[in-house]
Each structure stands twice: as structure tokens, then as C-alpha cells.
């Protein structure tokens, strides 16, 4: 498997590892019969994601994702999270594997599973802002 | 300065010196052409037959029924898809394998549905072992074939080959067996043995890539691999690869000397690890613990994913390999694990550790001390760890 020296450190010494005590949105993605889990804690503060945080059972791609999405949506408004999308994650990584690009699909929806979980906190629907939260298709396999 | 610990040998070994320096006159002076009738090609060939006495020699074998091939895979498909087709116009269109062999025969063997073979494929038990019994039960009127690995190359088990061969001669079907991992670790000899064909590799054994050796026992004439020259008495044509031929011949020597001191040396090491490792929460050994390659470890660590697992211990200097999907290259965890009955959740944990006289007590030590801070580490940060610490999920 050939990665980039960026996915390597990220998997190294990943950021953000870690849970948050009364998280004001938690959201869980993946499976475990797929080899990947992602769970993401988020602390908003007035529409901005004050801290995120994140605990990931997975492979290196998987480690390295996560701990790059939460590194990019720490200090973004919710508006701006939303608009990360995994290309942008396989980028700042300096790309990915094809066959490891749904770790990067699944980063995307752990941030979206946490904001959908904030908003229903929040008595709000999320699905007009936050949209369908599938499983990824890499899973659709099985 | 960081430790290099190589614990990948079913995987691929390093040359040894011994074979490099059998190996270095015939890649450079000795380039003469094997078939050519000067000296310096007539030395090319004495130098490939002596390689075939030394196979031979090490097998029980006659050189005559030693051929030179390109890889394992290689004498495995020749072996399965020659049979196949010579006693297809018998009426012989059934053959016999397991679930959990090398994919060199359980896709060769899935070509030969596609063209209307019929197979069977046993079930092994969780220990990773079948039966001469099952194989016994298998066998029709129109069995063309019986295939099934001496050793396994990811959980090491080592299947009773004397008595599947003795059920095979009895009832009048060949049997190969792809002894890839076998050849170097585990006694071997054709003859007391009843194997028919067998296939090995030189790349186990320290020596190079590039070449394998099908063993077709005297009396089998299987259709030609591949047509052409006269080479491998044109059985299978094409300028032999010399030096490379020469290498395998002079490591199967050396892998096949000393083999009971060898092994009990590597068992300690082996055990040590095994017994360290299975000390970690939750940890399984896959695979049944006598019948095992001497140099064999493959454990599962639930909550760990095993591609994680390897980058963890390649920053610790350690080679190793997994079952999990994420290694293998497809969706699925290793079919040697799901064969075994392990659950997709704990096969994507596993880690295949595999030593050989090579590795050193030191190197066990740095094993031992690495592997359980980092299965601590990487379930610390899994969710799944955390589910089943909760209970929320019950593995199989």
C-alpha cells in the first residue's frame, strides 16, 4: 500500500484522538464486520466548532482521515464543516489509495453523523442541512 | 538506532550468502545457453542438473521428476490444469481440495468450473486441519484429482499428507500438494509419502524470486506447460533461468539439513511468542498449536485492525503481515480465517508473525515488547474495543 508520507504521519501521531466529555454532537459510522468504525465528537460553541475530537477503529487510511478532518473542521463554522468534503480531506493528505478513498468518505459522514446528533440535541431536523448519511458504498457489498 | 526485525519469511525470504555467491558465476560468466553443445553452454546444463539431483535428493525424488518452473503458482497450475485436462477425456471431470487453500489452486481450481470440472472443496475445522478421512469420503469413480497444502501459509497448519497419500494410491487417484511453505520446515519425501506432484518455490527458502519447481512423479505425463524447446524435457520449454536454478538448488540443501535442531530452535522462539502475545486481553490463536510450522504465529486482536496493526510495528522496525480486508486487497478479511470460522470482526485483527532459523532470540524480545503497547494503543482509540467493552458487541 502505498501512501503518502503526510497519511503516515497523521497515522503516526494522529490529532485529535480522544472523546469529549458532554459533547455537544457524537456521531458513530461504519461497521465492524467492514473493518472500519468512526466516531466523532464535536463542542460547538454560537455555529462554531469550538473542538473536535475522534476514536477510530480502522486502517491507516482510516487513522489518517479522521485525524485530518477533525484537524480541519476545528475552528470552522458549521456552515464551512459542512462544505469539507472528502476530496478535500484525500488532498490535504497529499491523496490516498483508490481502494482506501471510502475511509475518506466515511471522515465525511462521521463530521456529518456528529452535526446531525448536535442539531437533534437541538430540537432541529438535520436532514435539510446536513442531508442522507448512508453507509458508504464500500460497504454496499456486503 | 532502530531494531529491523523481518518476520515475514511465509512471505518471501532474503538470498543468503551461500546461495548468492552459488548464484553470481552463472549471472555473469556462466551465460552460456544450457541446450548449446560447447562448453560453456554444456557447463550451464551440468550446473541445472546438479540443482535437480540437489531437489531431488531433498524430496526423495529421482531428478528425472524434477522440472524447473517459474514459481509456485506456476507448479500449481500445471499440476491442476494438467491433470484436469489429461483425464478429462477419461471421463474424469471431478477434483477434490479444501476451502483454505493458496489462491494459486482454489483459482485455478474455480477456471476449471468455469470449464465444467467439478469440485469439491473440504471443510477444515477450526483448528485448520481436515481429515484422511474426509478425503477418503470426497472420492468418486471420476476423481481426477486430490489437492491439498502441506503446510498453510497463514495459520501454518500442517495437514496429515502420509495418510491422505496412502487413501489417494489406495484408490487409484493422484495427489499433489502445494508444499510452497512445507519445503525446508516439515520432513518431506514423495515416496514414503504417496504424494504424486508437488509444488514448492525458491523465494521461501532463501532463494530468488523467479523460480519453482513442480515435482511430477515418474509414470504421470501431464500435457506440456508450455511448448517450444526442448528444455525441462520439453515439458516445459524456455531458456532456463540458470542462475536462478542453480540458487534454489543450493538453498533447498541448506534449508533441508539440520532440519530437527533447526525447527526445535525456531519452536522456542516461536512459543515464546505465542505464549507473550496470547497474554494480551482477548487475543486468539488461530490455528491448532501442535500441527503448526515451526516458525508460525497468527493471532487475532479483537478491536485492533490489522493494516494499523503492521504500519504500528513497521514504525517499530518489524515486517509482519495480516488477514485483514484491508491487506488483502479486497472487501473481505483472509478466507483461511473465515474457513476457520473466525468472524469478519476478528479476522480484520489478525497478525501473522513468521520466523525461521534466520530470526535471533533478540529479535523475539523486541517482538514480544513491541506488539502489546501497540494493540493498547490502537484500541485505546477504537470504538469497537470500546463496544465490546461494553458489551454492546458479542464477537463469535
Partial sequence: MLYSDKVLEHFANPHNVGEIENADGVGEVGNAKCGDIMKMYLKIQDGVIMDAKFKTFGCGAAIATSSMATDMIKGASIEDALKISNKAVVEALDGLPASKIHCSVLAEQAVKSALADYYRKNGVDPTPIVGEIGECDACHVH | ?396
Fill in chain 2, 1 to 396: 538506532m532502530k531494531r529491523f526485525v523481518y518476520a515475514d519469511n511465509a512471505a518471501t525470504t532474503q538470498i543468503s550468502d551461500e546461495v548468492f555467491s552459488a548464484m553470481e558465476y552463472w549471472l555473469k560468466e556462466g551465460y552460456g545457453n544450457p541446450s548449446s553443445i560447447y562448453a560453456k553452454g554444456r557447463d550451464a546444463g551440468h550446473a541445472i542438473e546438479d540443482a535437480r539431483k540437489s531437489v531431488a535428493a531433498a524430496l526423495g525424488a529421482q531428478p528425472a521428476e524434477i522440472f524447473f518452473v517459474g514459481c509456485g503458482s506456476e507448479a500449481d497450475n500445471w499440476a491442476i490444469k494438467g491433470t484436469a485436462h489429461k483425464l478429462a477425456a477419461k471421463g474424469k471431470k471431478h477434483i477434490i481440495t479444501t476451502t483454505f487453500e493458496h489462491h494459486a489452486v482454489l483459482h485455478t481450481c474455480a477456471a476449471l468450473e468455469k470449464e465444467g470440472f467439478e469440485i469439491t472443496y473440504l471443510p477444515v475445522d477450526e483448528k485448520g486441519l481436515i481429515t484422511a478421512q474426509q478425503v477418503a469420503d470426497a472420492i468418486r469413480p471420476d476423481t481426477a484429482l486430490v489437492t491439498i497444502m502441506y503446510a498453510n501459509n497463514e495459520i501454518g497448519t500442517i495437514q496429515p499428507i502420509p495418510e491422505i497419500g496412502k487413501i489417494c494410491r489406495e484408490k487409484g487417484v493422484w495427489f499433489h500438494t502445494d508444499a510452497v511453505q512445507a519445503v525446508g520446515n516439515v520432513p518431506i519425501n514423495v515416496v514414503e509419502q504417496k504424494i504424486d506432484m508437488l509444488s514448492m518455490s525458491g523465494h521461501k527458502i532463501h532463494a530468488p524470486k523467479g523460480v519453482g519447481v513442480l515435482y511430477i512423479k515418474k509414470g504421470i505425463v501431464l500435457p506440456n506447460l508450455i511448448d517450444g524447446g526442448g528444455q525441462e524435457r520439453g515439458r516445459r520449454a524456455g531458456t532456463e533461468n540458470v542462475a536462478s536454478i542453480v540458487g534454489l538448488g543450493r538453498a533447498i540443501e541448506i534449508a533441508c539439513s539440520n532440519l530437527p535442531e533447526k525447527n526445535e530452535r525456531v519452536r522456542a522462539m516461536r512459543d515464546r511468542i505465542i505464549d507473550a502475545l496470547l497474554e494480551i486481553p482477548m487475543a486468539r490463536l488461530n490455528g491448532d498449536r501442535e500441527h503448526r510450522l515451526a516458525g508460525n504465529i497468527n493471532i487475532s486482536f479483537p478491536g485492533v485492525e490489522g493494516e494499523a496493526l503492521l504500519l504500528s510495528l513497521d514504525l517499530q522496525g518489524i515486517c509482519a503481515s495480516s488477514g485483514s480486508a484491508c491487506t488483502s486487497g479486497s472487501l473481505d478479511p483472509s478466507h483461511v480465517l473465515l474457513a476457520i470460522g473466525l468472524s469478519h470482526e476478528v479476522a480484520h485483527g489478525s497478525l501473522r508473525i513468521s520466523i525461521n532459523d534466520w530470526t535471533t532470540d533478540e529479535d523475539t524480545d523486541h517482538i514480544i515488547a513491541s506488539v502489546p503497547p501497540i494493540i493498547e494503543k490502537l484500541r485505546s482509540m477504537s470504538p469497537m474495543w470500546e463496544h465490546i467493552m461494553k458489551g454492546e458487541l458479542v464477537l463469535a
